[in-house]
């Protein structure tokens, strides 16, 4: 079978992998988590380095013949610290819960008590939430935002951290459209001798091309997927500013949690911090926000509840109660009309997760498409149209005229890294 290609041995995952990347040339992608790798990283990313097994450290591998690999590993932490201003970066981690799972080992006893954003006002599942071995194996006490604002309540998080005494604080999340106040948080964590993390996930691409404050020289850690705003392959690292913490983290990635690192996704992770260290990166970065927010004027404009009332970043929250439909059945109706989102809970959403009353949406993909303010300004529109549609039962003409209009536009904006 050497040297066969996938379309000959396996003709069906082909041509399924065919259809997704026709679905994702011609759908307008507004998921905030994700985006349009370059085809510099996809090429990585399908390498032979998959064949190689690696446990360890640069120089301090348990398997020979790790000449190359060591090189390329070295290569992704180097550029990772210079590309954020750290001491220590490590890309081992397989994605971002893993990430945040080791900051737990390697500063926590099961039991301990961390202080995180709950999940239903924007946090992640793995600060703390119930559901997650993260809320089972520690003791997890929740901040939330605040119902008049829907931002961070960070006179909440104080009073919660004086009174629990945590040993670990998360900041960050997966649904908080405003700048995360890095500063006041490690002012907190100080004041209660808690270990600061901050995971960035969503929003490292911002931060390392300047359109959002840095977390270093504030938290202690520092955790981040490589995808997302960041443009990279599906992976993670961890980083932080003491030799203390690096090595604690390093311990607890491998071998407390994981085995050998997936090389060729090491080598994508280069190849995007490469990519991210260029002068056209900080355009991209400064135009993601830039569409983020003519985006939310629109939709404003348009009578949505925006939380918050707008957005700082990348991402935009809506509660759809206004407008008689509830999120999911809003998400799946953009969808068949080639506009991507998913359906979100909203900060006090009455509704069960499965069935939310928000969407939450994001300007990281069109902006890789080349897309501006002017497509966002459209884009809203075609949003209020299929919203306004389904509220009234009468959708399915709407969908299917908006669907030409979304190909058309696709059409003019091919997706980075797409045949």
Not at 80 to 89: D, E, I, M, P, T
Not at 95 to 124: C, E, K, Q, R, W
Not at 263 to 285: G, S
Request: glycine residues 10%.
């Amino acid at each position: 079978m050497a040297g066969n290609s996938l379309n000959s041995v396996d003709p069906e995952i082909a041509g399924l992998i065919t259809a997704e990347e026709r679905r994702q040339a011609d759908t307008v992608k507004l998921i905030a988590s994700e985006n349009y790798v370059s085809k510099a990283v996809l090429e990585a990313t399908g390498t032979v380095l998959t064949n190689k097994y690696s446990e360890g450290y640069a120089g301090k591998r348990y398997y020979e013949g790790q000449q190359v690999i060591d090189q390329i590993e070295t290569i992704a932490v180097e550029r990772a610290k210079s590309l954020f201003g750290v001491n220590h970066a490590n890309v081992q981690p397989y994605s971002g819960s893993p990430a945040n799972l080791a900051i737990y080992l390697a500063f926590l006893n099961p039991g301990d008590t961390v202080l995180g954003m709950g999940l239903p006002f924007g946090g992640h599942l793995t600060h703390g939430w119930s559901v997650s071995a993260t809320g089972k194996w520690f003791n997890s006490v929740r901040y939330g935002v605040r119902k008049e604002t829907g931002r961070i309540d960070m006179d909440e998080v104080r009073a919660l951290a004086l009174e629990h005494r945590p040993k670990l604080i998360f900041c960050g999340g997966t649904a908080i459209p405003r700048t995360i106040d890095f500063p006041a948080f490690a002012e907190v964590a100080r004041e209660v001798g808690a270990v600061l993390a901050a995971d960035i996930a969503h929003i490292a691409g911002l931060v390392a091309g300047g359109a959002h404050p840095s977390p270093v020289g504030h938290a202690d850690v520092i955790s981040t997927t490589t995808h997302k705003t960041l443009r990279g392959p599906r992976g993670a690292m961890l980083m932080a500013t003491s030799d203390e913490h690096a090595t604690a983290l390093n311990k607890a990635v491998f071998p407390g949690l994981q085995g050998g690192p997936h090389n060729h996704t090491t080598a994508a992770i280069a190849v995007a911090l490469h990519e991210a260290a260029q002068p056209d990166f900080k355009a991209y970065a400064a135009q993601v926000v830039k569409n983020a927010q003519a985006l939310a004027d629109e939709l404003a404009g348009r009578g949505f509840d925006l939380v918050s009332g707008g957005t700082d970043n990348h991402l935009i929250l809506m509660d759809l109660t206004p407008k008689g439909i509830g999120g999911k059945p809003a998400a799946k109706a953009l969808d068949r009309a080639g506009l991507e989102t998913n359906y979100n809970t909203v900060p006090f959403d009455p509704r069960k997760p499965f069935d939310p009353s928000g969407i939450r949406i994001g300007t990281p993909s069109v902006t890789s498409r080349g897309m501006g303010e002017a497509e966002m300004r459209q884009i809203g529109a075609w949003i209020d149209e299929v919203v306004t549609a389904v509220a009234k039962g009468d959708a399915e003409d709407v969908i299917g005229r908006v669907h030409r209009e979304v190909s058309d536009l696709t059409a003019q904006f091919p997706a980075p890294g797409l045949s």
